[in-house]
């Protein structure tokens, strides 16, 4: 929620807005990459989370990064599907953002990246921040400022 005071604004924090890790698909390090494909097309994502078997967040597997490693010089090499595991092929250097950040500090890392991942002190993931989010409480906040003016 924002407030005005004066000239200030409060934006929402990361804590108010992020989609919960209970409600988040996602895959495992150690998964072959016919499993995180299996749960991109059943769940209808593009690109999901990848963690440890500490909870611990790792990087994003995406379908495109899945079918670039399928592809071979002429054709698809499907026994990849089964004999490379999703560590080999994720983005890891991906950004996080934490619990008590700033909606405007997601918005920054939403720029280059559909979603980012909410990872506490110890990197356990705590959930994701989409740009859906983010855009509905931009306009949310729009229409509240222009009551004023
Ligand atoms: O299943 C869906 N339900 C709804 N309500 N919207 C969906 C769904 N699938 C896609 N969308 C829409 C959203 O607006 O298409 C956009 C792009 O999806 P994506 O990237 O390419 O699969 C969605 O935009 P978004 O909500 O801002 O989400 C951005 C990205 O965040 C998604 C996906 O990679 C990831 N994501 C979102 N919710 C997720 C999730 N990953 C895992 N679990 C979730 N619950």
Redesign the pocket.
């Known amino acids: 929620m924002v407030s005005m005071e004066k000239d200030r604004l409060e934006w929402p924090k990361v804590r108010e807005l992020m ?1 919960p890790a209970e ?4 895959v495992q390090v150690g998964n072959p990459l016919e499993h995180a494909l299996l749960v991109l097309v059943k ?7 990848v963690l440890d078997p500490t909870y611990k967040f790792r990087g994003v597997i ?1 379908k495109t990064r899945i079918l670039e490693e399928t592809l071979g010089i002429e054709e698809f090499e499907l026994n990849h599907l089964s004999d490379t595991t999703v560590n080999e092929v994720m983005d890891a250097d991906i950004p996080c953002l934490k619990l008590d950040d700033h909606m405007i500090d997601a918005l920054y890392k939403l720029i280059d990246y ?2 980012v991942c909410v990872t506490n002190e110890e990197d356990e993931f705590d959930g ?1 921040i ?4 983010i ?1 509905k409480q931009f306009s949310k906040h729009y229409h509240e400022i222009f009551k004023y003016v």
């Open positions: 989609i409600k988040v698909a996602h769940s209808g994502y593009s690109a999901v989370p995406s559909p979603f994701i989409t740009r859906r989010t855009l």
